[in-house]
């Protein structure tokens, strides 16, 4: 008599197979783990399991319950889908098929309020949640992406190992930490873009600038940029800008950055960053720029009607183009330390606000491999936490004061040269009104207490004395105490 023997079950679960879900399980599958499959419409399942099954051991169902009856315990389910609605949806019909101690993982790009809210309904009901960032695109998800689980820390016990090991991986080290609890993870995701935004608008302006001001076509640009990746500059951002910028379009033999209109678009993060930014009062002017020239490129009524307003501004001549490539890769390098110095302060308002005890180091170290952002310099900026941890201001770290100290002059070269030939520079330009803002002995924001005291009482403080002044500014203008 053979004893019938039940079939192996899967260590991890994935809801949703379109690009991203399919190559995150085809990434599990490749590093041995056996791989529970499932996607609303069945053919898909086939469809993956049929073209990659080669990766690994797949265990595909066409139920959700045969799903997740093939999961072992704790069981281990990732969700894949499109954020917002269909992401509830999945979740609905998933918990009751689920037990005390199961993890849901949700590793779309998901809102933070909206994780914060799901998190709590499953706790309530014994599951952990985790809402993981996960950067790097379709490559990523296949070959090693930057992951950024929040939820409950017990969670990552369980859940932790597996996703370090198909994270991407930097001098040995992966690209993935517990981030801190519910929100957390895609909260710090949703920075990640923001700073995203500010690199990619950065980047823009540097290019359009040394376009302007030198005349150099594109592939010379690229030879630009392919120098600047040896140096500090060294990143994903700025290798794929040399790359686009040395292609040729097929068709019309010119280069291809030519061919494309000129109307940035977007899915959301970028917004949603700056959203939460206000309403945690953090300034995050780069990534705030950065959104709104998105807008700005895609406001096509208002560009029509601009179109023949005068500039006034002067034919740019630039002596020395060396020179002025060397400024502006200073500018660039500079309005990237402040576009990166805010995005951690939000991270750490953030952190504050909510209790998620962020660690800001370990957020740089992960964002090394994998993801959109990954640059060399983020190494310097885990070691500029680690030197302290609860520092203020990375840009007045000792080793990024040095850095913007040594560009400051070409910034202000390069921020008013733009303005006086009327190329726009926003980014740019409000990453060095930031900077001085900081460093000013005194802000204008006296004259605004004062302005807000006279139309509308609401009082200020004095610099020479504690308390709570007004002025009686419609009486006989005497101050008196509140
Ligand atoms: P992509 O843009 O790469 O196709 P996506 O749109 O973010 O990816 O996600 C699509 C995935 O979400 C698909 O797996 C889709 O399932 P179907 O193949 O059945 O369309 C899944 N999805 C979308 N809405 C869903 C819902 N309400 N319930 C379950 N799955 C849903």
């Not at 079950?9 to 690009?19: E, K, T, W």
């Not at 917002?84 to 999945?90: E, I, L, M, S, W």
């Not at 918990?95 to 590793?107: A, M, T, Y």
Request: contains cysteine; charged residues 20%; hydrophobic residues 45%.
């Amino acid at each position: 008599m053979t004893t019938q023997q039940p079939a192996p079950l899967a260590q991890i679960g994935v809801v949703g197979m379109a690009v991203m879900g399919s190559n995150l399980a085809r990434n599990f599958a490749r590093h041995g783990y056996r791989v529970a499959l499932y996607n609303r419409t069945a053919a898909k399942t086939d469809e993956v399991v049929a073209a990659h099954g080669d990766d690994g051991e797949f265990v595909p169902a066409h139920e959700l319950a045969a799903f997740v009856a093939s999961l072992e315990r704790p069981r281990r389910v990732v969700i894949m889908v499109k954020a917002g609605g269909p992401t509830d949806a999945v979740i609905d019909e998933l918990v009751p098929l689920l037990e005390d101690g199961d993890i849901v993982v949700d590793g779309g790009n998901s809102h933070f309020p909206d994780t914060i809210r799901r998190e709590a309904a499953l706790r309530e009901k014994g599951l952990h949640f985790v809402g993981a960032g996960i950067s790097g695109g379709e490559e990523g998800a296949l070959n090693g992406p930057s992951i950024m689980p929040g939820g409950p820390a017990e969670s990552y016990a369980a859940l932790g190992p597996m996703l370090e090991e198909i994270s991407a991986h930097v001098d040995g080290v992966p690209c993935c930490t517990h981030v801190g609890p519910d929100g957390a993870g895609h909260f710090v995701k949703m920075v990640h873009n923001g700073i995203e935004y500010a690199d990619m608008q950065l980047i823009g302006e540097a290019y359009d600038l040394m376009r302007h001001a030198l005349g150099a076509a594109p592939a010379e640009l690229a030879q630009v940029f392919a120098t600047w990746n040896q140096g500090d500059l060294d990143s994903f951002l700025i290798e794929i800008t040399a790359e686009v910028l040395a292609q040729t379009d097929a068709a019309t033999g010119k280069a291809l950055v030519d061919v494309i209109v000129d109307q940035a678009g977007q899915k959301g993060t970028g917004r949603w960053t700056v959203q939460a930014a206000l309403d945690l009062g953090v300034p995050v002017t780069g990534i705030a720029e950065a959104t709104f020239a998105r807008a700005v490129s895609s406001s096509v009524p208002q560009r029509e009607a601009a179109k023949d307003l005068p500039g006034h501004a002067g034919t740019w001549e630039v002596a020395d183009a060396d020179a002025f490539v060397e400024d502006v890769r200073k500018a660039l390098y500079a309005s990237k330390v402040v576009a990166y110095s805010q995005g951690f302060d939000q991270i750490a308002a953030a952190s504050a606000e909510h209790g998620w005890d962020i660690d800001r180091g370990a957020m740089a170290r992960i964002w090394r491999g994998g993801c959109i952002i990954r640059a060399k310099f983020l190494d310097r900026i885990t070691e500029a936490y680690e030197r302290t941890p609860d520092l203020p201001l990375l840009i007045a770290d000792a080793y990024f004061a040095e850095a913007v100290a040594d560009g400051v002059a070409a910034w202000r070269r390069v921020v008013s040269a733009a303005a006086l030939n009327g190329v726009p520079a926003p980014a740019f330009a409000s990453s060095l009104a930031y900077y001085d803002a900081l460093r000013a002995d005194r802000l204008p924001a006296a004259l605004i207490q004062a302005q807000r005291d006279f139309f509308g009482a609401h009082t200020y403080q004095r610099t020479d004395k504690p308390g709570t002044y007004h002025t009686l500014w419609s009486g006989d203008r005497s101050e008196t105490q509140a």
